[in-house]
């Protein structure tokens, strides 16, 4: 076998059951890049990348320095829901001397599909909950003791990266507070080949293994609030970085809480971006019978199952590869019982929107 079930951020089948998944949903006129000739390959140009955008207008770095930049008149869309921190923008200057952005390049890939923590949530209705663009990698991080770690978060967000071709790194934070059973959790990923480390921002372990594993790349680090993205961010920091963006409000109670993406450039080549953080994964739009393929553990087992398009659920385990092979200790109870969470959800959130619904009970 070529692959142990290992993961894999460039699943081509995934990425076309998505592109055609996005395809038959942007029914009308939703795909601007289309309309206006907006997204291009490549330019000679002068180019810039997005760190932060606002209504009508964006912060770029643009030969080393931060300029304002509006979207070239024409174009029919409103900044912040045409590009995102991340993105690449060709820049021309107006008669004015003002910088606009006249073409986007295209991206390599765009983290989508992060429901915003509902108590903080002002992401108005329909948009598409683009966070960036152009990750080299996604840090997801994770907390020992508060709040505490458990594989279900990780899970939701290792599909939405694999399904938006992003690599990963898991890392668990506040390392200075790590149980046994934290260490077992973090296994099962290790078992999957998945990157993981041990930091604690509060200690410094682990910060110098972060620098290295993310240093040269564009960056993001996501997950629940409080697990310390942004105290791993100040850790990360020397005297090279320029901080680029508005400082964090506080909270009534204090708290450092961050509101909304930050971007930091650390070098020409780096950058960290610095994300709120988030409850809930929005996961809604997978299809049932493509969740298995988010399980790369299951792949040496999936298609030696006795029934075509095997869910590994509700099929009698004789016939069921999978099924057998959690059995017997192969697959992690852990990770087969988080797919089977995840699918139930996506069935019910089926059955919600569609007509002919789709019953696989209990
Ligand atoms: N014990 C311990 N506490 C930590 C560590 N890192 C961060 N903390 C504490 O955890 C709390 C939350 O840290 P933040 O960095 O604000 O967490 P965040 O992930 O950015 O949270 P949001 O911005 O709300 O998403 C703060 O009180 C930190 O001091 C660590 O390694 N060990
Ligand atoms: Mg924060
Ligand atoms: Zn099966």
Not at 15 to 26: G, L, M, P, V, Y
Not at 37 to 52: L, R
Request: glycine share 6%; proline share 2%.
């Amino acid at each position: 076998m070529a692959h142990h079930g290992r993961y894999d951020s460039t699943l081509t089948k995934k990425s076309i059951a998505k592109k055609e998944r996005a395809k038959s949903k942007s029914g009308k006129g939703k795909n601007l890049e289309e309309e206006n000739d907006f997204i291009i390959s490549s330019t000679d140009k002068d180019k810039g990348v997005v760190i932060e955008t606002r209504y009508n207008e964006a912060t770029i770095l643009y030969n080393g320095n931060l300029i304002t930049a509006q979207l070239r008149k024409g174009i029919n869309a409103v900044c912040n829901q045409t590009v995102f921190p991340g993105d690449i923008v060709v820049l021309e200057k107006e008669k004015s001397e003002q910088y606009s952005m006249v073409n986007l390049i295209e991206r390599k890939n765009i983290l989508s599909r992060v429901k915003r923590d509902s108590t903080r949530n002002n992401i108005s209705a329909g948009s598409n909950h683009n966070v960036a663009a152009n990750i080299d990698v996604a840090v997801i991080v994770v907390s020992a003791k508060t709040p505490p770690l458990h594989p279900k978060f990780i899970d939701r967000y290792l599909m939405i990266l694999q399904d938006n071709a992003i690599d990963c790194i898991i890392c668990l934070n506040k390392s200075d507070l790590k149980t046994e059973n934290d260490e077992r959790i973090l296994d099962l990923y290790r078992e999957i080949k998945i990157p993981v480390i041990e930091t604690s921002a509060t200690n410094n372990s682990g910060i110098e293994e972060l620098k290295k594993k993310i240093r040269g790349k564009q960056a993001i680090f996501v997950g629940h609030s409080g697990v310390g993205k942004s105290s791993l961010t100040n850790a990360l920091m020397d005297t090279d970085i320029i901080k680029t963006s508005h400082t964090s409000s506080k909270t009534g109670k204090g708290r450092h809480t961050t509101t909304t993406s930050k971007y930091y450039i650390w070098d020409e080549n780096s950058s960290i971006i610095d994300t709120p953080g988030i409850r809930s994964l929005d996961i809604s739009s997978f299809e049932p019978e493509e969740i298995k393929l988010y399980f790369p553990e299951f792949d040496d087992w999936s298609g030696r199952c006795k029934y075509a398009d095997c869910l590994h659920y509700r099929e009698p385990q004789e016939g069921c590869m999978v099924k057998q092979a959690v059995q017997s200790g192969i697959i992690s109870r852990q990770r087969y019982g988080s797919y089977i969470r995840i699918l139930k959800e996506v069935v019910n959130e089926k059955d919600k929107n569609d007509e002919e619904g789709w019953d696989i009970g209990d």
